[in-house]
């Protein structure tokens, strides 16, 4: 059974603060990873993708990948309060006819003013 | 109409009701996903559709019908629900042979009575 693991959380930092969120997959098969940010009552919103060994920046967040560690992690930098959320990560995983998606059940995170 | 799109955004059914779900993406993809989510359960894939072809049926039961008509529209038809069935149920599209990065629509919550 692939998976994709992370604690579920509450994680809570203060307002400024960098927040750490982690994830490990069991496939090693896996070539591409995904953060997704999920507001309570919401969809899911694709906030990071990364492919290759190391980190990947895009504004306040850095996505992190160590293959050999099966291990992603996503950093936001100077955190607010519109970043609580749940955020999800995946991997892609392929069979015979493409690749799909396997979800981590999240981690909630809460920012405190 | 731009991303994708999903209606009804809240259906109330009764367990001899059929009723249908529906998607539409406006990105170009070719191949799209239904998922499930039940509170505190990561999301849970129920079909892929690549190029209107079904290609993955993760053992959902046959109370779950999917139609893919055409690359843009997928629909989930739903009859004889039970309860435990209530959940959001997601919408998702990608481009096939690229870095699959999944966008999603709104959702549909069902609550099944």
């Known amino acids: 059974q692939k998976e994709v693991e992370q604690n579920s959380g509450p994680l809570s930092v203060p307002e400024g603060a960098i927040a750490s969120l982690n994830c490990t997959y069991s496939?090693?098969?896996?070539?591409?990873f995904f953060w997704y940010r999920q507001y309570s009552g919401k969809s899911p919103e694709l906030i990071m993708s990364i492919y290759s060994n190391g980190d990947k920046e895009d504004g306040r967040f850095t996505a992190q990948l160590n293959k050999a560690s099966q291990y992603v992690s996503l950093l936001i930098r100077d955190s607010q309060p519109s970043d609580s959320a749940t955020y999800l990560c995946?991997?892609?995983?392929?069979?015979?006819?493409?690749?799909?998606?396997?979800f981590g059940q999240g981690t909630e995170l809460s920012v405190k003013p | 109409e731009t991303g994708v799109t999903q209606t009804p955004r809240h259906l109330v059914m009764g367990m001899t009701n059929k009723k249908s779900l529906k998607c539409e993406q406006h990105?170009?993809?070719?191949?799209m996903y239904w998922y499930k989510q039940s509170a505190k359960k990561p999301l849970e894939l129920m079909f892929v559709?690549?190029?209107?072809?079904?290609?993955e049926n993760n053992s959902v039961p046959s109370r779950f019908s999917p139609e893919c008509p055409n690359s843009s529209h997928l629909f989930l038809h739903l009859h004889t629900l039970q309860p435990e069935d209530s959940a959001l149920y997601l919408c998702?599209?990608?481009?096939?042979?690229?870095?699959?990065?999944?966008?999603f629509g709104p959702g549909t919550r069902l609550t099944v009575l």
């Open positions: 990105l170009g993809h070719n191949a």
């Open positions: 995946a991997a892609l995983s392929f069979y015979n006819q493409g690749g799909k998606l396997i």
């Open positions: 496939d090693r098969g896996s070539q591409s």
């Open positions: 998702a599209s990608s481009r096939i042979g690229g870095e699959n990065e999944q966008f």
């Open positions: 559709y690549s190029l209107e072809e079904r290609v």
